[in-house]
């Protein structure tokens, strides 16, 4: 157990909605990521914040959007969903910036259908 | 833009030692390289980190030349666990703060 969680586990739902996918860090960490993993692109780095604020930012879609709130728990939203976006969704914090070791929850699987 | 290689499967025996390389350009100068092991549905887990030359912990040992164009971690003995797949990570050198995880590498640790 990493001691970061994800909810929910499993999320299924149609083409054209919005969901929300939530994320709390370990205890004490002050940064949070969040990739995509698909069969077809491996693991994608999204975005990276850091005590509230966007750190660093990746391959993520303008569809796409996600916050760190002030008890430092985190929220990936996912809005006008394609089939495309069905995947594995991973959260992990680290204590502070990049070069820190990562700890990831366990994902929360997504399939648009 | 960094890019990273790895091969994409490697097979081994029980209690030999395995080198998974991995070929990455264009990544930071001053950020680690770090890998990881992943079991099917669950999140990957680190393994080791390093910024250059040699690092060793209690599982692995991760090899870094001076160049940084490369890096080889070493997994000593393994076991028929140690069946995953790893990946390399490194940081863009645009300066963003951008991840980069490779392909991934499957071991398949046969007895």
């Known amino acids: 157990d990493s001691g970061v969680t994800q909810t929910p586990k499993h999320l299924i739902t149609a083409t054209g909605q919005r969901v929300t996918l939530r994320c709390s860090p370990r205890?004490?960490?002050?940064?949070v990521y969040w990739y995509q993993q698909s069969l077809d692109q491996g693991l994608q780095f999204l975005i990276q914040?850091?005590?509230?604020?966007?750190?660093a930012k990746g391959n993520i879609l303008e569809r796409f959007s996600a916050q760190q709130f002030p008890d430092l728990h985190s929220e990936l939203n996912l809005s006008s969903l394609e089939l495309g976006d069905s995947a594995l969704y991973f959260c992990?914090?680290?204590?502070?910036?990049?070069?820190?070791?990562?700890?990831f929850g366990p994902g929360t699987r997504l399939t648009v259908l | 833009l960094a890019k990273t290689t790895q091969p994409i499967s490697m097979d081994s025996y029980e209690g030999q030692e395995v080198n998974i390389t991995c070929s990455h350009n264009n990544i930071a100068t001053n950020d680690y390289i770090t890998w990881y092991q992943q079991f099917p549905s669950q999140g990957p887990r680190f393994i080791i980190q390093g910024y250059k030359t040699k690092v060793t912990n209690e599982v692995a040992s991760l090899f870094i030349p001076a160049d940084r164009k490369s890096s080889t971690l070493s997994l000593p003995r393994v076991s028929l666990s140690d069946t995953a797949v790893y990946y390399c990570?490194?940081?863009?050198?645009?300066?963003?703060?951008?991840?980069?995880f490779g392909q991934g590498t499957t071991l398949q640790v046969k007895p």
């Open positions: 205890s004490g960490d002050l940064s």
């Open positions: 914040y850091y005590n509230g604020e966007e750190r």
């Open positions: 992990a914090s680290s204590v502070a910036g990049v070069g820190d070791t990562q700890y």
């Open positions: 990570l490194v940081v863009d050198s645009s300066n963003t703060g951008k991840l980069i």
